[in-house]
């Protein structure tokens, strides 16, 4: 195999998989968080979650995460969908989860904010663009 072929293979990077949790409230509302710090995108906002980590089911990393940046125990969650995204440096892959249960009040552990804010409104808020295909997903809730 010619030299140039197996560059142009190794070049096209793997898409980063991510696990996010919509949290509804008893309202009908759903939580999101504003991305901090020097990442990406900061100021943006996002449904919780992160990557998955090397050999981690899709659930466990949604359970973790949540964890991690919320302080809560997921107790309920049902797959609600999976989207792909490609940004001008990376692609990633999005498995979606309704939380419709959780032990403990949700907390922006790495000092990030959080707004519970109803389907129909979500469009106003600045959200990641990787999100857009549930924005329009949640209107129909």
């Not at 990406?40 to 919780?48: K, M, N």
């Not at 995460?65 to 049902?78: A, D, F, K, P, Y």
């Not at 989860?97 to 808020?125: H, N, R």
Request: zero cysteines; a negative charge.
């Amino acid at each position: 195999m010619p030299l140039w072929f197996r560059q142009k293979i190794q070049a096209v990077p793997r898409p980063i998989n991510v696990a996010a949790g919509i949290l509804l409230d008893g309202n009908g509302r759903v939580l999101i968080t504003e991305r901090t710090g020097n990442r990406s995108f900061a100021g943006l906002w996002e449904f919780p979650g992160g990557k998955l980590k090397d050999g981690e089911k899709s659930v466990a990393a949604l359970h973790r995460e949540l964890n991690e940046e919320l302080g809560i125990e997921v107790l309920e969650q049902s797959f609600y969908m999976s989207i792909e995204h490609d940004y001008p440096d990376r692609s990633v892959s999005i498995d979606f989860y309704l939380v419709g249960q959780w032990q403990k009040k949700p907390a922006g552990k790495d000092g990030q904010a959080l707004k519970w804010i109803s389907p129909v409104e979500l469009s106003e808020e600045m959200l990641l663009p990787a999100d857009g295909p549930v924005l329009a997903a949640l209107k129909r809730l």
